[in-house]
């Protein structure tokens, strides 16, 4: 009877002990990709709506649009949902990119200008190299050339 | 000797099983808490609202996009997604363009109308989506015009996620 409490309680202080060796593996394993899956979902989700306004609407609508991106991705850094920094700041100088081009066709070069500076910051940043300016202006013809911009036309 | 051995079995059994109910124990409550899974969380803040309801909206529209699904469950869990966008957007300081969701809801909605034959939603659909894409600010207002950049988008988000699949 004895034996079988002991082998009872080796058996209870084992899961008790690997318990929480479960939980932190699975923490480190699992934790960080539902992460980055949920911001990828939420920003791609997010910045596909802005960028149909950004192709399809006129300029105060499209402006609006892609600033509210970029204050979208600052609330999901303030309230720690970043799952990968690199995708944050990657996708904050497209829409920086983008709103120096939506500038620029506005003739507010100035502007323009400035954002542009952004961009190249958040590029930097985001995989340490440095871009000219026709690099960011290649880059965004690239992607702006994607069927779905043209299918406006 | 065979005492220490079946301490050993047991030490061990009990460590298997722990690890595992703890690694189980975590996998339930992230599955329950990760906004693309889990039904939006009403309670939550401004921001918390607006990503949550992005993060299922999203999960939605991959979903209506690889599988071709628009059943009214999908349907009606994209509008509860809108909802929560809505209802956050303002508390947090956000303006997303939710009349381009609102459009591209009613599209779907049209798309399945047309296919079972009913007229008069089509109609109603179509119209909807035309007033919002109007207020949003689109040059090409036409339900036709984002019906097409649905389909593509459908097409091109299936290419992106089938292996060797990219998009032409």
Same mark, same amino acid.
């Given at each position: 009877?004895?034996?079988?409490?002991?082998?009872?309680?080796?058996?209870?202080?084992?899961?008790?002990?690997?318990?929480?060796?479960?939980?932190?593996?699975?923490?480190?394993?699992?934790?960080?990709?539902?992460?980055?899956?949920?911001?990828?979902?939420?920003?791609?989700?997010?910045?596909?709506?802005?960028?149909?306004?950004?192709?399809?609407?006129?300029?105060?609508?499209?402006?609006?649009?892609?600033?509210?991106?970029?204050?979208?991705?600052?609330?999901?850094?303030?309230?720690?949902?970043?799952?990968?920094?690199?995708?944050?700041?990657?996708?904050?100088?497209?829409?920086?990119?983008?709103?120096? +081009? +939506?500038?620029?066709?506005?003739?507010?070069?100035?502007?323009?200008?400035?954002?542009?500076?952004?961009?190249?910051?958040?590029?930097?940043?985001?995989?340490?190299?440095?871009?000219?300016?026709?690099?960011?202006?290649?880059?965004?013809?690239?992607?702006?050339?994607?069927?779905?911009?043209?299918?406006?036309? | 000797?065979?005492?220490?051995?079946?301490?050993?079995?047991?030490?061990?059994?009990?460590?298997?099983?722990?690890?595992?109910?703890?690694?189980?124990?975590?996998?339930?409550?992230?599955?329950?808490?990760?906004?693309?899974?889990?039904?939006?969380?009403?309670?939550?803040?401004?921001?918390?609202?607006?990503?949550?309801?992005?993060?299922? +909206?999203?999960?939605?529209?991959?979903?209506?996009?690889?599988?071709?699904?628009?059943?009214?469950?999908?349907?009606?869990?994209?509008?509860?997604?809108?909802?929560?966008?809505?209802?956050?957007?303002?508390?947090?300081? +956000?303006?997303?363009?939710?009349?381009?969701?609102?459009?591209?809801?009613?599209?779907?909605?049209?798309?399945?109308?047309?296919?079972?034959?009913?007229?008069?939603?089509?109609?109603?659909?179509?119209?909807?989506?035309?007033?919002?894409?109007?207020?949003?600010?689109?040059?090409?207002?036409?339900?036709?015009?984002?019906?097409?950049?649905?389909?593509?988008?459908?097409?091109?988000?299936?290419?992106?996620?089938?292996?060797?699949?990219?998009?032409?």
């Amino acid at each position: 009877m004895s034996q079988r409490v002991t082998h009872a309680m080796i058996l209870l202080i084992g899961i008790l002990l690997g318990l929480p060796l479960g939980y932190l593996r699975a923490q480190k394993s699992v934790g960080g990709g539902s992460k980055i899956n949920s911001q990828w979902v939420a920003l791609s989700q997010y910045e596909s709506l802005a960028l149909l306004q950004y192709e399809q609407s006129d300029l105060p609508h499209a402006r609006q649009a892609l600033l509210d991106v970029l204050k979208f991705l600052d609330e999901t850094e303030a309230s720690n949902r970043v799952g990968e920094q690199k995708s944050i700041d990657g996708d904050r100088g497209l829409m920086y990119m983008r709103l120096a +081009l +939506l500038e620029q066709k506005a003739d507010n070069s100035g502007l323009s200008q400035d954002y542009i500076r952004k961009a190249r910051a958040s590029f930097e940043k985001c995989d340490g190299k440095r871009y000219s300016d026709e690099d960011l202006h290649k880059l965004m013809t690239k992607l702006d050339s994607s069927p779905s911009h043209s299918a406006k036309k | 000797m065979r005492t220490w051995a079946t301490r050993a079995v047991c030490a061990g059994i009990g460590l298997a099983l722990g690890f595992a109910v703890g690694y189980a124990l975590y996998l339930l409550g992230t599955v329950s808490h990760s906004p693309a899974l889990a039904e939006v969380h009403p309670q939550g803040d401004g921001f918390s609202l607006v990503f949550e309801g992005a993060a299922r +909206l999203g999960a939605d529209e991959l979903v209506a996009a690889d599988s071709g699904r628009d059943d009214e469950n999908l349907l009606s869990n994209e509008d509860e997604a809108i909802r929560a966008i809505e209802a956050g957007a303002k508390p947090a300081g +956000l303006t997303p363009p939710v009349e381009i969701a609102r459009a591209r809801l009613a599209i779907r909605r049209a798309i399945r109308a047309e296919r079972n034959h009913d007229a008069v939603v089509q109609a109603e659909s179509a119209g909807q989506a035309e007033r919002l894409l109007q207020s949003a600010g689109w040059s090409d207002t036409s339900a036709a015009h984002l019906r097409a950049i649905i389909i593509l988008s459908d097409q091109q988000g299936r290419g992106a996620r089938t292996p060797g699949g990219e998009p032409k």
